[in-house]
Each structure stands twice: as structure tokens, then as C-alpha cells.
């Protein structure tokens, strides 16, 4: 995850293809995808899911994504959503930083404190067995995340990882009990 400055929204990279690639068969009736940035992901969902919404809070975003999937929904993380879905996933902005300055990929503190809010945004929007599947990195102290994932009712695993020069990927998944 880089900072970008060429584009108005999050051009997809390593992460997004490594969570693309590990979501490619997944399965099911409705999903949602927080932080959709192109679409990339929400795109390779549509395969397998008859229910496809997006969120993200850049409409020049939600603009490019809305070219391949129907539901785009401008709004922070899940907020403006009442709806049980069996799959919520989101690559999540990690990188540790003292300000918000690009949503893209600014976690705040220890690269949580955003994350954070978009999963106690999203657990209250999954079915029972349904699940939550995140991207994060070993930029962010993603203890904090799982631990927040246990705290509210769901059982979490290390599902993949991937190693790049400066950081390992880690895609969190994690079943509603
Ligand atoms: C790392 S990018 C990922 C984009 C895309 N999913 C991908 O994999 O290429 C994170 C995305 O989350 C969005 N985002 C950041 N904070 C958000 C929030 N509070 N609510 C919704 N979307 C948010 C950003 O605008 C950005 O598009």
C-alpha cells in the first residue's frame, strides 16, 4: 500500500490483488465491500454473489466503481446500511499516521484506529456464520484487530499471507458466532 497522488482514488495494488485473488471463489447470496476504491474487488464478487453493494467515502471512487457495480453507496464505512449480509470485506487503510490525511491508506494511531471504527461498523450487518474478511499488514498492530474481532462476537484466523520488501500482508477472516 502506497501513498497515491496521481489518481482521486486508490488504483489497485499488491493488496488489492492479493485480497481479489483470495476472494475469487468465495460464494454466497449478498456481500458488501467497505472502502470499494475502483471497484476492484466488489467486481470479482459479482461472479459468485446475486448481491453486490459498495461503500466508500470518495464519490470520485464510488464514480469508477459504480462503471461495474450496480449498488455504490457514498458513506462512512457501513452506516447508512440495515442489512444482513453473509460476507463483509473490506481492505482496510492501514498505514500508521498521525493525521488523516489521505483516507486511502491513513489508519491513524498504530494503523487501527480506522480500521477499528469500519469493523465495529460492519459487525452488526453480518449473519450469524457469516463472515468478516479484512486486509491488513505487519505496518499495523493487527493484534489490536483481532482482539477487537474476538471482543464482539466473532472467532478470527490468519487465513494468508504475503511478503513484499517493507511489509507482510495478512488477510484476517473471521465467522460471526
Ligand atoms: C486501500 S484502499 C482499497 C480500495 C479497494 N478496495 C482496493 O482494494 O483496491 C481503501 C479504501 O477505503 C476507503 N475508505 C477509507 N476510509 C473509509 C471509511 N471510513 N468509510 C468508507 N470507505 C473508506 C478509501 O476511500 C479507499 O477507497
Not at 487503510?93 to 460492519?122: Q, R
Request: glycine share 4%; aromatic share 8%.
Amino acid at each position: 500500500m502506497q501513498k497515491e497522488s496521481q489518481s482521486d482514488y486508490y488504483v489497485p495494488a499488491e493488496d488489492s490483488f492479493f485480497l481479489a485473488d483470495f476472494l475469487e471463489n468465495k460464494q454466497g447470496k449478498s456481500v458488501l465491500d467497505i472502502g470499494t476504491g475502483s471497484g476492484i474487488i466488489a467486481k470479482i464478487l459479482s461472479k459468485n454473489f446475486p448481491l453486490v453493494v459498495a461503500t466508500d467515502i470518495n464519490i470520485s471512487a464510488l464514480r469508477k466503481a459504480h462503471e461495474t457495480v450496480d449498488n455504490c453507496i457514498c458513506c462512512n464505512a457501513a452506516d447508512a446500511l440495515r442489512y444482513s449480509f453473509d460476507l463483509i470485506v473490506c481492505n482496510l487503510p492501514y498505514l500508521p499516521s498521525d493525521e488523516l490525511l489521505d483516507p486511502a491508506v491513513d489508519g491513524l494511531h498504530d494503523g487501527v484506529d480506522i480500521p477499528s471504527m469500519i469493523i465495529k461498523s460492519a459487525s452488526n450487518l453480518i449473519e450469524k456464520n457469516g463472515k468478516l474478511i479484512f486486509l491488513t499488514s505487519s505496518l499495523a498492530d493487527y493484534d489490536i484487530l483481532i482482539q477487537l474481532c474476538q471482543s464482539i462476537g466473532f472467532d478470527t484466523n490468519i487465513a494468508a499471507k504475503k511478503k513484499l520488501f517493507y511489509e507482510e500482508l495478512m488477510i484476517i477472516e473471521c465467522t460471526k458466532n
